[in-house]
């Protein structure tokens, strides 16, 4: 299931179309007339494509009984919730993990066809011979 989201759903994020997609606050008109002179408009969530490369890149999966958890190495400035340099700093980190209800189901589908495999594969049951 994780690594389904991370190579299904993360990589839309950074397409054209998502800050609607999945509410992203809003960017100043300042700041989008600045990234529309310099890079020619680039999807959200990008600017030199160091976050989206990073955030894509080798992931750490672990899973224990209960949940699974994706470690992913991130720029420094997208932990920087709130003023960063005085500024509007959008919550970057917030807005690349979140899902639509569509995706949640999804995952939520997934992971019920992955546990029933699981389950029906079972290789530990002992097999007795009678």
Known sequence: MAWNWHTHDLPQHFRTGAAQKYDYKPRTPRYLR?????LGGTPPLTW????RRMLQQFPRITKTQ?????????PRYVRQV??????????LGEEALRT??????????????TL???LNNDRTRRRVKV
Do not use: C, W
Request: charged share 35%; net charge positive; glycine share 12%.
């Open 82 to 91: 709130g003023s960063y340099r005085g500024g509007n700093h959008p919550p």
């Open 34 to 38: 600045r990234k529309r002179r310099k």
């Open 48 to 51: 030199s494509g160091l976050m």
């Open 66 to 74: 209960r949940h699974a958890v994706i470690r992913m190495t991130a």
């Open 116 to 118: 029933i495999g699981e």
């Open 100 to 113: 639509t209800p569509q995706e949640a189901r999804e995952l939520s589908r997934v992971f019920r066809d």
